[in-house]
């Protein structure tokens, strides 16, 4: 029998950790012969209901879980974490913009960073959910000064799924028949979903769709996806994150495909020219539990331009939270 793997999941009353906890106890993460641990945290009003959200997972009769603990004190909800979704945040409401919530939830990660920084395991992943998602994750890692900032991440999968299924659909075309979209910057409007790489069918994304489509009708939808879901469903996206959080977590653990890459929000090393320790999103391949930006691919004038801006408010909220960075 295998070790459990211990998973921390915050935020664990919330919409997306409802779909994220009932798939990572049906083994959708690591497979269904891999047992684990999950340690839940929540602030202590919400405590009740994540005592009902557990009454359904062991409900699961799920053999894969071996331990569930509870707590509202984060040092003993990242204990000895194998991996971490950060997804305890106050989510945007409608009309709301990502900066909105910057000063509100920015304190959460810092908080957050020094219990994984006294608790975790060394080796821990973390994946930050919670909006805003890149400088939240910046947050918590210059608080936890002891594990490596390649250890953190943000999720910008969303992101890179709705890609792939815009495109997909425009081709007529299913999902499995797109390779190399890439997502460049910060999970918001700014961020720069890429098809100049992308592939369909093995031939070039946009000799099928056209450079007008590409950029009138594909980016600006792919960057207002999240509105166009909280505005329709009068809260924001959650069966959806919770399927991009697995996808992240799981290439991040057991790799990307051979002909792939996806997309993550890292430590930006200056790749491509991007200011260095800023949370961004590039195209990523994972191999053995770690990813490597994708390096060598030629970015034009347009593409240049866009990730500059998306790069420029990054390095805005950065400064934004400066007194939380350690
Ligand atoms: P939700 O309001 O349903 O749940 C959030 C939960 O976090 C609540 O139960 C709340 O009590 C809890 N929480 C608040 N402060 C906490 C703390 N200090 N410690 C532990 N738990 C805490 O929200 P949701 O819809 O599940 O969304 C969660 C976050 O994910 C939001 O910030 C949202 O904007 C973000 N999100 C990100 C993406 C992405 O692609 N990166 C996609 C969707 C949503
Ligand atoms: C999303 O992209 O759906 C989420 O980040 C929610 C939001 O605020 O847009």
Known sequence: MKTPVQITVTGAAGQISYVLLSRLVAGDLLGDDQPIALRLLEIPEALGVVRGVNMELIDYASPL??????????????????????????????GMERQDLLQMNADIFSVQGKAIDAAAKR??????????ANTNALIALRNAPGISPRNFTAMTRLDHNRAVSQLAQKCGRTTRD?????????????????????????????????????????????????????????KSSAASAANAAIGHMRDWVLGTPPDDWTSMAVHSDGSYGIEPGVMC?????????????????????????????????LMIERDMVRHLLG
Do not use: M
């Not at 890429?194 to 009138?216: I, M, Q, T």
């Open 178 to 234: 797109i390779r190399q979209v890439a997502v460049w910057g910060n999970h918001s409007t700014t961020q720069h979903p890429d098809l100049c790489h992308a592939l369909v069918d093995g031939k070039p994304a946009l000799d099928w769709v056209g450079r007008d489509w590409y950029e009138n009708d594909f980016i600006p939808t792919v960057q207002k996806r999240g509105a166009e879901v909280i505005q329709a469903r009068g």
């Open 65 to 94: 879980l071996e331990d569930v603990i509870i707590s509202s004190d984060p040092e003993v909800a990242f204990k000895d974490a194998d991996l971490a979704f950060l997804v305890g945040a106050r989510p945007r409401g409608p």
């Open 281 to 313: 999103s590039f195209p990523v391949r994972v191999r053995d539990g770690d990813y490597a930006i994708v390096q060598g691919l030629e970015i034009d004038a347009f593409t240049q331009e866009r990730i500059k801006a998306t790069e420029t408010e």
């Open 123 to 132: 080796s821990v992943k973390v994946l930050v959910v919670g909006n805003p």
